[in-house]
Nanobody, 116 residues
Framework: QVQLVESGGGLVQAGGSLRLSCAASVSISTMGWYRQVSGKQRELVARINSGDNTIYAESMKGRFTISRDNAKNTVYLQMNSLKPEDTGVYYC?????????????WGHGAQVTVSS
């Protein structure tokens, strides 16, 4: 099992910034962030692979930046210019082959609340 430990959620005013971190227990190729806002399905925020190729949801482009530190098996999500509609639970995801087995693992989620 790939263990994921998230940190960095919290309460911030609109226009503010937060940084989420997610540390994986092993090196794994693709890591990313998804979020679930009230009443909606979980959606992709951003994803990064071992070659540092990134994918962003359209509404996050220009405001959010995903990065990773391979030496620490950690992925970061820098969130700027936050809006109240960004409020939700942000989940770390890691997927890839580890020791010949495919893993698609989720963290427990980090609450992000943006006040207006």
């Amino acid at each position: 099992q790939v263990q994921l430990v998230e940190s960095g959620g919290g309460l911030v005013q609109a226009g503010g910034s937060l940084r989420l971190s997610c540390a994986a227990s092993v090196s794994i190729s693709t890591m990313g962030w998804y979020r679930q806002v009230s009443g909606k399905q979980r959606e992709l925020v951003a994803r990064i692979n071992s070659g540092d190729n990134t994918i962003y949801a359209e509404s996050m482009k220009g405001r959010f930046t995903i990065s990773r530190d391979n030496a620490k098996n950690t992925v970061y999500l820098q969130m700027n210019s936050l809006k109240p509609e960004d409020t939700g639970v942000y989940y770390c995801n890691a997927r890839g082959l580890v020791g010949g087995r495919w893993f698609d693992s989720w963290g427990h989620g980090a609450q992000v609340t943006v006040s207006s």
